[in-house]
């Protein structure tokens, strides 16, 4: 798929990611069902925008990188730190979170893996409709 092609996906993505999390945040009721999703869709979002901002790297890099990511940033809130900062500024939680579990770790590996995976079909299934020689409309003779 061209990396412009990828980027405009990923950041189509993106945005439906962020906003499918801001409604499991703020309106659906706390459970661990929200909780699975909210972890699973904030490593999507990372995904996504390593993508936009790197479209050429391949699936499984990006995989890595967001998921080593979320990884990260769930054991930064062992420290207790994240917590002090979004005491601060409340929106650090939605990026930082706010206390350690263990679980996120395992959720956040299959999200990334799922988020791999799906951006391979999404290519392969956008790259079949743009015809040899990349670009649409580019083929001067039927071949035959």
Do not use: N
């Not at 972890?39 to 050429?56: E, N, S, W």
């Amino acid at each position: 798929m061209p990396p412009t092609r990828r980027r405009v996906i990923a950041l189509l993505a993106l945005v439906a990611v962020v906003a499918a999390g801001l409604v499991v945040h703020l309106v659906l009721p706390s459970s661990v069902a929200t909780d699975i999703a909210g972890d699973a869709l904030y490593t999507v979002a990372v995904y996504a925008g390593v993508v936009v901002l790197v479209p050429r790297l391949q699936p499984w890099a990006v995989g890595l990188i967001a998921g080593g990511w979320s990884v990260a940033v769930e054991l930064f809130q062992a420290t207790g730190i994240p917590l002090e900062l979004a005491e601060r500024f409340r929106p650090l939680a939605l990026v930082f979170g706010t206390g350690f579990d263990a679980r996120d770790l395992v959720v956040y590996v299959c999200a990334a893996v799922i988020a791999v995976a799906a951006d391979v079909v999404v290519g392969r299934a956008v790259g079949r409709s743009v015809p040899a020689g990349g670009r649409e409309g580019s083929r001067l003779l039927p071949r035959g």
